[in-house]
Structures are given as structure tokens and as C-alpha cells.
């Protein structure tokens, strides 16, 4: 045999079950009365009782554990047993009910599994052994009695074992647990060969649980592998039969009847097939062999390949055989249905370019002293195909061409196709490789494939050779497959992919023909476990936990190559990011050192950056959207370059890269760079940088939920301050440049930024945007130092519809800070902030944690001199109820931030829903100018901030003013 033939041998022998012939008996189940066998001999149980009674298996010697069985000595069965084919003379019992038959004295029983004890019949190594045996084995009680007694006269012998007594165990956490207490016989017929099995008792105690799990197997296992299971306990007939490792459901409600018997039916004798096989047919690819033939009578058919037309040998009667075994100057390959087709098993390979000869037995197993083999075989022969070329590459890849070079396997001629038509999987998910058919019959250089491929090199290779008329940024794949000469082609082939120089205008949209491999054609990556996709609109950086914040991670993911302008280049690309809070996903803010660099290269050593994208410029990466960025540079201007994106993080996020465009940069180009300079309430200044001598600029804006754009702001300086906008409101803005009376750039990329507050306001938290939102940790004092993080994490709630913040530990010293709120320049106006909150999930065991809100001026520390108003434990709401705080203070001017600072120790600390913010000015904080109100109006609290009954009296907060309730 070649090699590659008897390599995969051992590979193939493991798998022998799914070729091995099947065990050729029938079943019979009827129900009669139980009666107890006495007089028979008693085995010595030697105190193995309770769960100990699982783990022993019982020999002429006595009894040993399982766990240290090897070759025990067996039990005489008294007679000639006809089992499976052979003639067995021994027994042994096991403690959970198998029987283990041998045709000599001395036994091997590895096959014993004590955690689920019905496993023993399905073991790799099982073999002669029948039984009924649930899942959870047998459990040894006081009256418990193991026995055999041989009956009956010569030639019509019976052995009968019997199990009395037996406790069934319940699937449950106490091993100690009897749920059955059963009785057991089989029942071994000298005259007929039939193995009989009959229980009792096993209905399931009243009020014992028999948990999920709890199951049978009931059958007889002949070879390894070769076995049949009843598969429900009333079914009668061969119809109950499963040749696989099949169990039935022993539960309260499903159970044998007291009587059920179970006769296992051996089969007639044998008699050799009288008519053969023939019309063998086979066809074959590289590595393997199919075929089919016509059937004769027999019921199975034995398949053997050999390298020559004399297999030396033939199939042994009663002799059963399985792929990879040797017969003459042959190996099985298969062993098939008389409807079944022939094919190669899996890890079985044939040499290339070999000639075999194959050879079809038939046989007759499904019955005693057998199989007996019909000595005529169909026999046919086949060359297999030859190997496919040895490697494919490219090189020299220009606008319109490229060349490639194949190596041959050394002996083939070659078949190279090209296609730019790229594959795609089931889902419509586009795949690395190109779309080609399979090459039959002869072909020239031009001639299209079936199926896909444009044939561009037929012939013995003897050097490189080019491939022209291509379209420029174009991805081109081809495919190699050697040539046998007459027709056909190898089944394994070499390929590789080559995408043209790209010119401008260039686009990558990160939307079109990309699937989970996360890259476009021809594009390159980092560790490729650092890049994935979402087919259909991005492409991002995979890693989102970071070991090691200080080091941080970087990854990249790199173009093809793109020819520049000569004059200049413009980039634009859309850009998002996300960020794993808690079990959610939540928009990415960058922190101080994160940032996203387009650069250029011309060698894959040196790079340029053209564009960053840092906390500067891009505070926060939506997860939902992607923004807009542009660069203009003259950097390598008319060089063939690759883009490189590399993504730097310090903080757990990733970068989501949406559409990427180069451009020529045009005479009059828009401002790059355009941001949010500063935000003073509803005042915006809007900064960009110029790429000319452009003197002036218009500006637009809108709100992000409008349509229409503003009339133009005209500016001749690089910036402008938008007023009077609305608060707390997301816009948008654009720019474009003025650079002659003539000459007017396109708008900008869109900016999008959110006003701050400005009093008076009353923000809907529920749905809001809370990404301007902070979340911190440090301790308060005179001069709190805050670092990003904490225990306080702001969440959509799962499945949308809230936001809420929770704390994942049990202590905390974490703050939620609200954005700038513009309050004027009034140094003597009093303002009140209102908090409203349900309480999710309440604190447990938190004695001493509170809620304290605390005023800073924008710019400035948190102070501890600075506490407008703490929520006690005792005044937090109950869970599933809410609550509403006000506080009061003075003396700030500007812009100012309200933190909101969660402190203490708890067991369990509370989950809030968030559900509004408001503020109000001019709230007079002195006892003299408390009004006079009535208690019907709405929004009533306490002066601790508690939400209290409209009807109370007293001095109360109503609509966010003290009054006098009366």
C-alpha cells in the first residue's frame, strides 16, 4: 500500500462504530405475572450495600471495585450459548445489572462507568453484555439478593439471574435516596439463543422526586459499537429497536409495568448471498473515491480498495470486518447498505495520481453464525486526480496589471483562472476567496469556466507571467489546479488575491462586501483575533478589555495600495466606538490617551499622520452612529501609498470604522478639524482649522432632529459663537470656505455637539442622552480629586427604555456629575436643583450611605464646603417607589457642574432609575418670604426633598417655592 493509503489508518480505526455491522436481533415485549426464583446461588454481596452496591462488580472470585477490575474470573453459564455469532460459556454480574457474556474463562471488564451506570453499554470498549440499567445504578438495601440458577435438561438449558430487591436511586442531591425497590430476572435460552428480561416494582415511590435526568437503557451490545436499544418501554416489535445508543425516559408518570418482559430474538442462520454485485461505477477527486454499484441479494456489502487488480484473498466466513482492517493485499474501506452508495470515510486519503482497484462483497450478517461472504465481487479500477500546484503569488501590482507565478507539483501541468467576482456564504455574507466552477475538459488561455473564473494560464509553468487589462483599486483572485491531461483536474487547488493600485477618488465603504472575516480584499491586519466586523456597516477593533490600562493596546488595519493626488489629498472617513459597561454596551468616551491615527506609508516601515481622532476632537463615539471626520494633506502627493489605521486604547472601548474616501483636494477646500471650543449654556463657539489662505467663512447649523440647515453665519476669523441656541440640545454644524469672490468650497463634514443647561430646566432622564453625563470616583474633601471611572455606572436599561445607575461593589466613593449648567453673572440670585429617582433595586445592610449633592464652579475642584443637601438612607424611597430632592444655594456665578456623590458601605447597594433633573433661579431661601398656598397643587415635598401627600400642612416646597399650607 502507498503511504498516504495506511497513513490514516489509526485515524479511521477510531471511528470504527460508525462502519461496524450490526447485531442481528429482534425484540418481543409482552407482560406476564412476576414470580420470585428461589434455590438458586446466592452471591456473597459482602456488606456492599447502599450506594456501595453501584461500584462492585461480582466474579467466581468473589467481588471487586470497578475502579480496580482488569481480568476477573467468570461464572460458567452451565451450557453453549449462541450469542451474536459466537459460542459463550461464562458470565459476570455487575452490581448496577449488565451481564458481561466471554467465550473464555477469564474476562476483561473495562467497560464500567460508575457515575452513570447505563453507560457501561455504550463504552468504546463494551462488548458481549446485555442489561436494563438506569442512570443512576442500583442501590443495595437489607433484603438485597443477587443470584444465578441453571434449569431445565441438556439442549433446552436455561440460565436465570435474578436481582431481588434492588433499591432504584433517585436523581437527587443526597445519594442516599431509594426510589424504586425492584426485582429484576434474565433469562439465557440454550435451544433458542434468546436472552429474556423481566422487572418489577419499578414504579416510583409516592412524593420521591425522580428528577430530570433520570433515564433507562435496555439492550444488548454484541462487538463494540455494535449494538440495539428499546427506545420506548410499550412498543412492540422490531419497531422498538434503535441501533444507536438510544434511552427511554424513567420517570413517576413513565415506567415499566410489574411483568414487563422483554425477549431479545436471535436470529436465523446465516446463508451465503447467491447473487453478486455488479456495475460497479467510480469516479474520484485528489484524495478520494466514491462509486456505486448494482446490488445482489445479500444484506450488506463489503467494500475493499487494493493497488492491483489481484486481491490475494478473499472475505473469511463469520468473520466480521471494519474500515482499515487487511484483507489479502487489500484494506475495507467501507461498509455499505445494499441503497447506500460508496464513499470515502472521513480521514482516509488516497495517494494523487494513483491507480486503485476496488472490490464489493456481498455478505449476510442480520442473522446467526455468520456473516457469510459471496466469493464473486464487482470490481472496477480508477486513477485519482493529481495534486494540486504547490504554491500561487503575485507581484509587481500596478494600476492595470500584475504578474503571478505558480509552482507546480512537480510533475503536472497547471490550470490558472482569475475572477473579481467575490464569494459569498448562505447568509449573503461575503467570504475571502473569489467565485470559481469546477475546470473539466480542455481550455486556452481567455476561456471562461462554468460556474465562475476566466482562464488565464494553461500550460507546464516556467517563470512568471503577466496579467494585464485589469481595472485600477480592483481586488482580482485566482485559482491554480493541476491537470491530469485528459480532462481533469485536481479537487485541492492554491489561490491567492491581488487588488490593482487605487486611484482617485478611492473608496473603501466599510458597508459593502465584507463578512466576519472583518477585512476588505487585499487588506491587511494585526493579530488577527484584534479585528472583527459587523457585516453590512463596519469594521472594528475587537478588543475591549484591557489588562493593563498604563501599557494600553494597540492594533491596526492597513489598505491596499492607493495612488495620491498630485496636487493634494482629502480624506474623509465616519467613525463611531463603543465601551462594555456592567452588561451593556454604551457609547466610547476616550479617555486622555486614546486615540484613533490614519496614517501613510510607502514601505510598511515609515509612516505619516494625516488625521487623529483623540478626546480633543471627539469626546464621545456613539455606538449607533458614526461621525464624520476630514483631513486635507500634501504629504507623499502623487506617491502609491497604503492607509493605515491604528487604534491606540487605554481605556476599555473600541473604534467602529465606517466608510473611508480619498479624494484630490480641490482649489477651495472646506476647514478640517472643526470643534467645540467652548460651550457656555446655550452659547457655542465653534473652532476649525483653515487649509489655504481663505479669509472668511460661513457657518450653518441645525438641531439634530430638524431638516432644514440656518440661514449663514459669515466669520472671518477660524471660529464663531452661536447664541441664544436651546439647552441641553444636540446640534449640528457646518462650515465652508470662502476663498474668492468665485470660489466656494462644499460644507464641511457635519459636527454634532449638545448645549448645556440653562436655568430655568427640567431635563426628562428616563430617555435622555447622558453621555455629556460624568461618572467619577474619589473621596469628597476641601479639594475632592476626581479620576474617571467608579463604582457609579450610567446604563440603558436592557432592551431600552430607561436610563439607570448602578453599582457593581460594595463600597463606594463614586459621583454622577451633570454637565455645565450656565446660571449668569447674578452673584446674589438663589437657585434650587431638583433630583428625582425610583429606587430599583434598594440598598441592603448600608447604615451609613447617603447621597450628597454637591455644587463646583465649571473648571474648579469639588469641596467639601461646598454640600448643598444629603439623602439620608432613612429618606431614600422605598424599592419600586420614588422620591424627589431639592436643593438650595447661592453665591455661584458662570457655569457650574452639580455632582451627585454616592458614599458608604453596603451589602447590596441600590440600583436607581434615573427620571429627571431640573433647576430653577431666584428661590428665596429666608422663612419671611414663604407664601400661602393650597394643598390641590401639584409637585408637593418636605423641606428634606421627600415627596409628600397634597393634603398635608405645613411649610412645603410646591412647583420648586416654599410655601405655607394652611
Known sequence: MKKRFSFCLMALLASVGIQAQVIAYDVQTTTTAYEDVSGGTVIDLQGNVGTDLSKVLFDNDGNVNYNDADDVTAFPIGFDFGYDGKVMKYFVLTGDGAVLLSTEETISTDVHTTSTPANSLTTQNSKNMFGAMTREGHYGLDDTEISYKLEGADGSHVLVIQYKNIGLQSNSYSVETEMAKAQIQYRLYEATGNIEMKVSGFKPYDGVATGNYNWMRIGIVGDPGDFLFLNKFDANGSESLSQNSASVDYTAESYPADGTTWTFVAPEPCVTPAVAPTALTLSSTTSQLSGSFTAGDADRYLVVVALSNNLGALPADKTKYAAGDVIGDGQVLAIVEKDQSIETPAGFEFEPATEYFVFVFGFNSLCSAG???????????????????????????????????????????????????????????????????????????????????????????????????????????????????????????VETIAVTVGVLPWTAAMDEKIGYNAILPGWTKSDPDEWSSQPGEYIYSNVTFIEDEEQGSTSWIETPFIQLGEAGTKLKVAVGGSARVGWSQSDWTLGDNDKI????????????????????????????????????????????VRLRILVQRFSQGQAHIGQITLEEKSDCEAPVDLHLAGLDGSDATLAWTQQAEEGSWEVSYKKAADDEWSEPLLTNEPQVVITDLQGATNYQVRVRSLCSETSVSSWSEAFAFKTGYTVPFVTDLATADLSDWGAYAGILSEDTELFEGGDVIISTRWGGGYNHVYHPNVESYSWLVTPSIALGSNADANYEVTFTFTTEWAIVGGDNFSIKAVVAKEGENFSSNNVIGTIELADMPAEGEQGTYAFNFSGFTGNVRIGFYFAGQASELPWLILDSVGMQGGVTTAISDVRTASADQKAVYNLNGQRVNGQQKGLLIIDGRKVIVK
Open 371 to 493: 456473516p457469510l461472504y459471496n466469493a464473486t465481487p464487482a470490481t472496477a479500477s480508477i486513477v485519482t486526480k493529481p495534486a494540486g500546484p504547490a504554491a500561487i503569488a503575485t507581484d509587481n501590482v500596478g494600476l492595470n496589471s500584475f504578474t503571478v507565478n505558480v509552482t507546480s507539483n512537480g510533475t503536472s501541468p497547471v490550470l490558472v483562472a482569475i475572477t473579481s467576482e467575490q464569494g459569498t456564504d448562505r447568509w449573503g455574507d461575503y467570504l475571502e476567496g473569489g467565485v470559481f466552477g469546477d475546470p473539466t475538459g480542455s481550455y486556452a488561455v481567455g476561456d471562461e469556466i462554468e460556474g465562475g473564473g476566466k482562464v488565464v494560464f494553461a500550460g507546464t509553468p516556467s517563470g512568471a507571467f503577466e496579467v494585464n487589462g485589469l481595472v485600477a483599486g480592483r481586488p482580482y483572485y485566482l485559482r491554480a489546479w493541476s491537470s491530469d491531461g485528459n480532462g481533469g483536474y485536481s479537487s485541492e487547488y
Open 597 to 640: 491615527v490614519f496614517q501613510l506609508t510607502k514601505d510598511g516601515e515609515q509612516y505619516v499622520d494625516v488625521l487623529t481622532i483623540d478626546k480633543n476632537n471627539a469626546a464621545t463615539l456613539s455606538r449607533s452612529e458614526r461621525t464624520a471626520f476630514s483631513a486635507v494633506f500634501d504629504e507623499l502627493a502623487g506617491e502609491t
